[in-house]
């Protein structure tokens, strides 16, 4: 059986005729009526048209796709805001993507509880803005928040710019829905803060990647909204220096909602680039931090806040500092950390890996040595989010013959590996870092997480050859 | 085969020797020299001394003894210090327990990385003295601290006094060795806050009581040690008035750290108790509270907590309040809070429910009115971190022929089931609400949990009987 609608020569497959009978054609599209953008997500990485895109508008069209699928053995890519960066929702040619954006909405904000319950395909930012509009704060942050969604958060347990102070993705899931490989829909929904009624089973659909369902709804915890803020930036002598004034911030101020550290090769790029348009402290200096504390009482928490940075100048883990007077330079020192400048660079590489938090400078600095050696025009570069203990390298190699990016691997999963450390802090393993996972989890883990999808998803159909 | 050491009669059982070959005299128990403290937990249920007790001194000795349990289909039963309440550590007579107060101590604290590492034998004590001597805090806290163990606490997800600010057990939890029902050993120590490289295999073993693997070392995150702390008791004149109350301190204090609220029978009961020694409000309110806040700039917090009393008493949201003057008065209200002086009652039967916030006043109305229709005698109490969303409810009734402790059961865990709550906040499953496990679990959740279950100790040696 052929449609007029698909390119010739392609024969429409029998899963996909049976989702069309089940769901209808406005939920089930096929061949030339895929878009291009369910081809791969921001990696970029091997992109593919899949067989079809399933669009769900309930859990229960969920339910119905996957039963089908499930029967077939037909495998199943989850998408979401398509936003990640290990190809975690890359399908290949033979998958069937499912893509969940159109299950979108705040279903409900109990503003007694303190919660929000969502639809998966809800963008983040979406559900930011309802919170502030009730009254509250939904603590996940990040760059991607206009386009990433709800639920891709709690499937790659999504990480940001406030997880010092209130955890990652996981931290703010209350209770979820998701539904299981078969097309059971398992109901997890929970509002409160103490639940010991039995296994905590939302926890095995965050982080997981969608390998082991597909979330369909989340209840997202709410907090207080923060009434002020304090931001600065400074420079640092040394990588101690760092780490003790990490730990007096935290100790003075109690709310240290973001402690990001640069390198001085990034932040010279950075604030030399046109694109950036503000150097906040003189080049030269071997560390640059932004600080940032959110607290409730504005005018003492400035005075904290000041009297925290003089005794750190006095201490000597500080150089110079300079705090926002506005939120406008607030934005500017966030825009120096977040250096987009560097994407500008052709062929960049970009990790995030994961340190105990005193090993990072040591790190950077070995890791910084082997990757110049071996390349020594390349662009090098470390910033992150240290007071998480996540780094986040960037390089710019032009590779002789015989060379790939897997001999950048090797070098910066080998100093990882090497330090206890972690080869994805907040991005996920997808299809990307697969390989390496060896690297961080041992073969008793491994073995265990194999036992988990066989358990959960025997037919291996929940996007294959992502994290396993 | 017999020794002189055993009661005579009794034939010491091939497990139990291979475990005295593999272990040693000092490690393997059995017979008159199981201690009785072995018998039950806290709850008391169903005493039973085990065939034998084996205390491992080494993680190794516990992949030892499980290997051992395992090849011959021996149950075991995991043992904390036995602070428990709903008999999850309780063994039966032909199982073996295995006691973790030998693997005992702080492997490491990290100052750097603000981590500790213990053994899952520490006393829950022992571990928050010595994050305080580093200049750290754990947060988690609960009364049986002196006695409780720190694995115990993991497998449980405890919860406590401080369950608002900084999350459960489970939130405190970045690592954590744990062998498997074959005596695998699984080491998923973290100390990063942020690791995304495949499944999150720790959250298994938290909160599922020993029924998926013997946790064996935890990985702790240690906070910054709070500067100061504001409590208060206030009276509030409704259900409604407290929830306001709640939201408005949250908003105005950010760190509020405990949210308690009283129910009038239990107030007056407990304060006019002799052991009590105070009555901080006089009687005649419909509800009490504490409400205590830990900060980080005493002078200015004691000013916006003084002020936020003042805004609710103008609101109505409270009708009359007293702020702790010292730590010992605070320790008072504390004391009324807990109000041990209800463990007086012959016969008491506690409960420990969850409720989504908004609905735990009609909750303990229409609960507290059916069990009086029963029983009009019975002392009814209703207590509880209520900015947890838990509710403890104690209960003593004089039984008529053929009624039991069921009957209330079937009460109290009925109106939970009617509001989307769940039967156990923070005390788990154990033995004790096994039966009712359906009231707050959907059967697609139950297959899962057994299919979890299945997987990872397919041999069901782990504690048996405990939770599914």
Redesign the interface.
Known sequence: MRRSSEPSGIAMSDIVRELLAALGAEAVLSGGAVEDRHAADWSGLDPARPLAVVKPRSTAEVATALRLCHARGQTVVPQGGLTGLAGGATPRARDIAVALERLRGIEEI??????MTVLAGTPLEEAQRAAEAA?FYLALDLGARGSCQVGGNVA??A?GNR??RY??A??QVLGLEAV?ADG?????R????????????K??F???EGT?GIVTRVVLRL????RGRATAFAAAPGYAAV?ALL?RA??????VSAFEALWPDFYRFVTDHPDTKSKPLPDGSPFYLLIEHL???PA??AA?FEALLAEALAAGEIADAVIAQSDGQAREFWVVREGLAIDTLPGLINFDV?????AIGDFAERCGQALRARWPTAHVFFYG?I????LHISVAATFGPGESIHDVDDIVYGEVRAR??????????GRL?RDY?GH???P??????Q??K???DPRGILNPGK??
């Open positions: 109990d503003a007694d509880a303190a919660t009254g790659t347990n990480g997880v010092i955890g990652m996981r931290e299981l059971t829909v398992l109901d997890c929970n509002k409160m803060l103490k639940n010991n009624a039995g296994y905590d089973l926890q095995l965050i982080g997981s082991l907090h207080p909204r923060p780490v730990r935290q100790g003075a101020l109690g709310g607290g409730f009482d003492a928490d904290r994961s340190l105990p938090i005193g989010h007071g998480d203990s996540n206890g450390g972690s080869i994805s802090a907040e991005h996920g393993i870092k996972l961080c989890r041992a008793a883990e491994l073995a265990l997480m036992a988990l066989a358990a959960l994290v396993l």
